[in-house]
């Protein structure tokens, strides 16, 4: 980190800076852009429908690279508690009007915001490739998932219920629903714009208001967000979004008693010091997305010719999209030993012709992140896995403004106690091991501390409910991959989390329910 440049930060620069950048939707003129710029691009919290100057002088500045070059592309502030609890105080006078604001008129602005998000697609998607490192192909799909999320829940407002009943002879009882207040919103760095939709889209339809924070490696979206929200009108306080790191910004963010709920989705390790920095806060409400380890169960049927190809097709992709840096990819494959062979030599085959790095495998998202991956390709050959695919990357030197590259890798022989079996890996890196029946796959894919998602492959009907339901995770897959109904339940099981979102489970989280008794006479 290093100090400000305050020259960078005025009003005027930043306002101009805005108008620019608005107008690079395609790869050619972002990165003509991002060439012209004498100096890092700049980018600042977005508070009260305003993009703030600097309030605290000095504010440490953190880097923020390009995984595609490895080269410096912004930097952004390190928000000092002060400045968070000024957000958070913007979001609290917000929330005063907001909350009593009808549901028709939430929905016209969250209508508003999905339309405006479908007519700048192109570079809400361009700028996520640049910033995430993940093909442009996958940001598109993931910008038109953040405008389903405004889409969906501006239309499933208008059409709650509520539950009554009758005391007989005595009263009616009815249950009452009314906004939390404010959050705070977390969101990571693996898909930044989806997920920040994913809780800013309820959050406001419900009637509270936010503090949001992405990651630090990824906050362009979120920085383009906020610009959205301002074309939008969304009234100024609704939605705040500022920038930093965990333990300045996000602590600072999670812990204040004038925040009300913490969405976070990231890292189980983080999610553990929020519960710890809340634990006396019994009335916050948290709703914690964290990590997963997850099995992909192959039975020998889903390789019969007919289904083969999907077999084959659904467990690369759940293990290789986005580069393995999805929190819902099975990157523990195991497959019945009847066709073990058959598969890995299939699956090898097929990830080789498909995914193909700088085609349609992007970067990984930062130095940081490559070298952890890095080291478990390491381990990987200390002990002695075979590689089927891939190999260890050379190391890089963060001077170098050399992108973050890694080939898909493809381990058998690991054992299963390695930490290659155990730890969240969160890259293009699967693990494919044998097993003999049922009753062991059921074990296998149960023994993690995670308990986030599951896919299962087999034509058998009665399996497909005898497994699926015995997996403990939150969401399991049957003969298909990342397909999802926005109103069931997101979340997991075990170390992957607790809270469910999605639907009217989003709004258990945004919302405080009491029950009035009305008497009958």
Partial sequence: MEATNSEQWTQQALEEFATEIWTCNTVERAASFIGSQKSPICLPNYVAGR??????????????????????????????????????????????????????????????????????????????????????????????????????????????????????????????????????????????LYLLTWKIAPCIAFGCTAVAKPSEITSMSAYLL????????????????????????????????????????????????????????????????????????????????????????????AAFENQGEICLCGSRIYVERAVYEDFVREITEYVAEKYVLRKTVGAVASLQHYDKIRGYLQMAVEEKATFKLGGIPPALDKDQNQGYWINPAILTDVASGSVLQKDEIFGPVVTISPFEDEEEAVRLANDSEYGLAAVVLTNDGARMRRVGERIEAGMVWVNCWLVRELGTPFGGMKNSGTGREGGEYSREVFTVVRTLHLPSD
């Fill in 51 to 192: 993009l703030t100057p600097l309030q605290s002088q000095p504010m440490a500045l953190i880097d923020s690279f390009n995984p595609q070059t490895g080269s410096l592309l912004c930097k952004l502030p390190c928000t000092p508690a002060s400045d968070v609890e000024t957000a958070i105080q913007h979001a609290r006078h917000a929330f005063t009007t907001w909350s009593k604001t009808t549901r028709r008129e939430r929905s016209s602005h969250l209508r508003r915001i999905s339309d405006l998000l479908q007519e700048h697609r192109e570079l809400f998607a361009v700028w996520e490739s640049i910033d995430q490192g993940k093909t442009l192909e996958r940001a598109r799909i993931e910008v038109d998932r953040a405008i389903s999320n405004f889409s969906y829940f501006s239309t499933y407002i208008l059409h709650e219920h509520t539950t009554a009943r009758m005391v007989d002879g005595v009263a009616l009882t009815y249950e009452h629903r009314s906004p939390a207040g404010v959050f705070a919103l977390i969101s990571p760095w693996n898909m930044p």
């Fill in 226 to 317: 906020g610009l959205l929200l301002r074309k939008a009108e969304l009234p100024p306080g609704v939605v705040n979004i500022i920038l930093g790191d965990g333990p300045t910004t996000g602590a600072a963010l999670v812990a204040s008693p004038s925040v009300d709920g913490v969405s976070f989705t990231g890292g189980t390790q983080t999610g553990i010091a929020i519960r710890r920095a809340t634990a006396h806060q019994i009335r916050k409400h948290l709703s914690l997305e964290l990590g997963g380890k997850n099995p992909n169960l192959v039975f020998a049927d889903a390789m019969d010719p007919a289904t083969r190809d999907r077999t084959i097709r659904i467990a690369a992709s």
